[in-house]
């Protein structure tokens, strides 16, 4: 098995993570589509790096959970605090948590009910503003990129940088469906009953880079 760790997407992804909070995305249509220029670049450790998912029905506790991971990428760092950053993860290198990128669960996943992977290879975020919060918490905007669509997003993070390295830890929560990931979701079906989806889509977020 290859010991790298990244990014995750699905369904609704959820995973343990340095640390624990979040909620919906925030749809601001004002966000830009640049990082910030200012800072310095400190490139993103894709073998250190994680992001995990987790799948869940929108009744029972039936799931699935697993990872993706991030091929390239680099955080801006100014006076130890996050100002920008872009990410790109790689669709292809979706697996569950044995690590198992083969199995009929994934190659649904990748297929045109969900991610349509073959089409859309990679998905991005750019990060756009990065504010300090309450608690250590810096709320993170940037615009969001899945299946050709892009989004602007906000989520919680928690910056920490030393010694030239900077550690990100955060949890990203968006509404599948604005993605046109609509397989199974209670606004397009009808009578679905207990096979509904949620459509909720969590990124529980762990990036390690180096200057």
């Known amino acids: 098995m290859?010991?790298?760790?990244?990014?995750?997407?699905?369904?609704?992804?959820?995973a343990p993570l340095l640390f624990n909070c979040g909620g919906p995305a925030k749809n601001e249509n004002?966000?830009?589509g640049n990082s910030?220029?200012?800072?310095?670049?400190?490139?993103?450790?894709?073998?250190?790096?994680?992001?995990?998912?987790?799948?869940?029905?929108?009744?029972?506790?039936?799931?699935?959970?697993?990872?993706?991971?991030?091929?390239?990428?680099?955080?801006?760092?100014?006076n130890d605090a996050l100002v920008g950053g872009?990410?790109?993860?790689?669709?292809?290198?979706?697996?569950?948590?044995?690590h198992d990128k083969e199995n009929g669960l994934i190659k649904h996943l990748k297929s045109s009910d969900f991610f349509d992977v073959e089409k859309f290879p990679i998905a991005?975020?750019?990060?756009t503003k990065a504010a300090p919060s309450n608690n250590d918490v810096t709320k993170v905007t940037g615009n969001l990129t899945i299946k050709g669509i892009t989004h602007p997003v906000t989520f919680p993070s928690k910056i920490a940088v030393k010694d030239g390295v900077a550690k990100m830890s955060g949890r990203l929560v968006i509404d599948r469906t604005?993605?046109?990931?609509?397989?199974?979701?209670?606004?397009?079906?009808?009578?679905?009953?207990?096979q509904t989806m949620s459509d909720s889509i969590a990124f529980d977020i762990n990036i390690i880079a180096r200057k």
């Open 36 to 78: 910030e220029s200012r800072g310095q670049h400190y490139t993103i450790d894709t073998d250190q790096s994680v992001i995990a998912w987790k799948g869940s029905m929108l009744i029972g506790t039936n799931s699935h959970s697993g990872y993706i991971y991030i091929s390239k990428g680099q955080l801006m760092i100014d």
């Open 124 to 127: 991005t975020i750019a990060i």
């Open 30 to 32: 004002d966000a830009s």
């Open 2 to 14: 290859k010991n790298k760790l990244s990014i995750r997407i699905l369904i609704l992804i959820t």
């Open 178 to 194: 604005q993605w046109n990931v609509r397989y199974k979701s209670g606004k397009f079906y009808d009578l679905l009953a207990d």
């Open 86 to 98: 872009t990410a790109t993860v790689d669709m292809n290198t979706m697996e569950e948590n044995t």
